[in-house]
Nanobody
């Protein structure tokens, strides 16, 4: 299993970013996917999840209405569209999948929201 995130950057408050996670090594369309984020010194936080078919999503309260998780099963990729970014969204964002009882993480991509 390999998960490779991209799209992180430095952005001003109120701006937007789109994160991507390219997956390989497993049948992507059969698994729900998630995005987490982590700030140094704090626990990793679940941000958003999406079902294998993409027909249901869930978000942590702090990002509802601003972030959208989606997926393209033909391209084995999951996305996180982030709008109206706030300084408190600054974190390393990780892609996640649980397969056969094992947890798999990407290497993370840094998102910094600052003026």
């Amino acid at each position: 299993v390999q998960l490779v995130e991209s799209g992180g950057a430095l952005v001003q408050p109120g701006g937007s970013l789109r994160l991507s996670c390219a997956a390989s090594g497993f049948t992507f369309s059969s698994y729900g996917m998630s995005w987490y984020r982590q700030v140094p010194g704090k626990e990793r936080e679940l941000v958003a999840t999406i079902t294998s078919a993409g027909d249901s999503t869930n978000y942590v309260a702090s990002v509802k209405g601003r972030f959208t998780i989606s997926r393209d099963n033909a391209k084995n990729t999951v996305f996180l569209q982030m709008n109206s970014l706030k300084p408190e969204d600054t974190a390393v964002y990780y892609c996640f999948v649980r397969r056969w009882g094992r947890d798999f993480w990407g290497q993370g991509t840094q998102v910094t929201v600052s003026s």
